[in-house]
């Protein structure tokens, strides 16, 4: 699965407990808002670069849907 923009760091954080230091980095609170709403989009990308790389995955490890 990788991690995508309509999540909230919240859920995030309870599946991959090693993506918390990344949100220290970007000082993004651990609430249940989605990280688009949260995040300027300019900011974003580079978040879930490394939050999917914390976690080891990208969109060549993950299929549709799933």
Do not use: H, Y
Request: net charge negative.
């Amino acid at each position: 699965m990788v991690i995508q923009s309509n999540m909230s760091p919240k859920a995030i954080v309870k599946v991959w407990k090693n993506t918390a230091p990344v949100f220290v980095k970007f000082n993004v609170p651990l609430t249940d808002m989605t990280l688009e709403r949260i995040i300027e989009p300019e900011i974003l990308s580079n978040l879930l670069i490394e939050l999917n790389a914390a976690v080891g995955s990208s969109t060549a490890t993950c299929i549709e849907g799933g």
